[in-house]
């Protein structure tokens, strides 16, 4: 094996993540089309898989195949959500989530129940610890949101977020590209999602409504500006 090979193809399809043009919940090429398109050797490839995964831009389901940074929801249903890969689609899919979430937090400010306090504290703690991992990251920060969703008591605010799937968060190139975690920055994400629970915690709906509107347009800014979120 050529680790110069390697080498080659985790930098090409890093690139191709961290850009935008695999999205997540994409599915990588399969092993035999890699295999044509980079005229390398399936120990190559698995390697170049192996690496990815491990600097968390991938994520293996056995049997189902390699996706960029998190599976599609399972079992999919129908065709599945909207992809949301250009600059536009992300704006257009953050502005729904606006609507959407901000009416889940003050539902869920209302109607939050001891298990769910403990399952938006658990989700806080995970995204905390999991700033370094793309993949991680990414899935902890969704299921703060999709806990959100559940605490508010009604069952369609949680399909909606079940459909959309990890996916629908915007993860910024700064965070995908290897060695360039930006602490200020998880910071501000942590501090904004703190605020959306102690207002759910306090049950004041208002107050949750509003900590989740500014989190999704400091969302907006942050994409507008490259960094997403």
């Known amino acids: 094996m050529s680790p110069n090979l390697t080498s080659t193809l985790v930098e090409h399809l890093r690139r191709e993540i961290i850009e935008g043009r695999i999205a997540a919940g994409d599915k990588l090429p399969s092993e035999s089309a890699l295999i044509a398109a980079h005229a390398v050797s399936r120990t190559v490839v698995r390697e170049a898989i192996t690496r990815l995964q491990a600097e968390g831009l991938v994520h293996t389901r056995r049997g189902s195949g390699s996706f960029a940074l998190t599976p599609p929801p399972d079992p999919p ?93 915007s993860m910024p190139r700064h965070r995908l590209a290897p060695g360039t975690a930006d602490a200020h920055r998880l910071g501000d994400v942590m501090a904004e999602h703190n605020a959306v629970f102690a207002a759910i915690e306090d049950q004041d709906p208002r107050a949750a409504a509003a900590a989740m509107r500014t989190h999704l347009v400091n969302s907006r800014r942050r994409l507008e500006a490259g960094s997403g979120a």
């Open 77 to 169: 249903g129908g065709t599945g959500p909207r992809p949301a890969r250009s600059l536009p689609e992300r704006r257009a899919l953050l502005d729904f989530r606006m609507g959407v979430e901000s009416e889940a937090a003050a539902l869920a400010a209302g109607a939050r129940k001891p298990r769910d306090l403990e399952v938006l504290r658990s989700a806080l703690l995970a995204f905390s610890a999991a700033g370094t991992s793309p993949s991680e990251a990414l899935s902890c920060d969704f299921a703060f949101h999709q806990g959100v969703a559940r605490a508010s008591g009604n069952p369609y605010f949680s399909d909606v977020l079940d459909g959309l799937g990890p996916a629908m968060i």
